[in-house]
C-alpha cells in the first residue's frame, strides 16, 4: 500500500507560479500529476519515471510545468509557471508500478493522493 499525500493548493492571479509537493510513502516505477475540472475527466498533466527520470508532460502545460522528484525526501513536485485560468481543478498525485501505454492516462495509476485545489483567477 502506498500512501500519497499532496501539499495544500492555493488561489493565485493569472501568470503566477505555484508548487505542488507529494509525499509518498514509497516510490512506484510512475509517478504522476493528474488534474480534474468540475464535470471533466481525470487528465494527465505531468509523469516521471523515477528510475530513470524520464518525464512526460501534457501539450497544455509543456513549456510551464515542470516535474521533479525529492529521493531523500521521498517527495514529487510539480513546479507550475505561467499559470492560466485554464489551469484551474483539483490537482492529484498518483503512482503505479504498471503502464501499458502513456503514464499520462490515469487508468493506468491505483494510488492517488487526497486531491488540491488550485483556482486561478484572471
Known amino acids: 500500500q502506498v500512501q500519497l499525500v499532496e501539499s495544500r493548493g492555493g488561489s493565485v492571479q493569472a501568470g503566477a507560479s505555484l508548487t505542488l509537493s507529494c509525499a509518498a510513502s514509497a516510490y512506484m516505477h510512475y509517478m504522476g500529476w493528474f488534474r480534474q475540472g468540475p464535470g471533466n475527466q481525470r487528465e494527465g498533466v505531468a509523469a516521471?519515471?523515477?528510475?530513470?527520470?524520464?518525464?512526460y508532460f501534457a501539450d497544455d502545460v509543456k513549456g510551464r510545468f515542470t516535474i521533479s522528484l525529492d529521493s531523500a525526501k521521498r517527495t514529487m513536485y510539480l513546479q507550475m509557471n505561467s499559470l492560466n485560468p485554464e489551469d484551474t481543478a483539483m490537482y492529484y498525485c498518483?503512482?503505479?508500478?504498471?503502464?501499458?501505454?502513456?503514464?499520462?492516462?490515469?487508468?493506468?495509476?491505483?494510488?492517488w493522493g487526497q486531491g488540491t485545489q488550485v483556482t486561478v483567477s484572471s
Open positions: 498518483g503512482a503505479t508500478q504498471y503502464t501499458s501505454g502513456s503514464p499520462l492516462f490515469s487508468g493506468y495509476y491505483n494510488y
Open positions: 516521471i519515471v523515477t528510475g530513470t527520470g524520464r518525464t
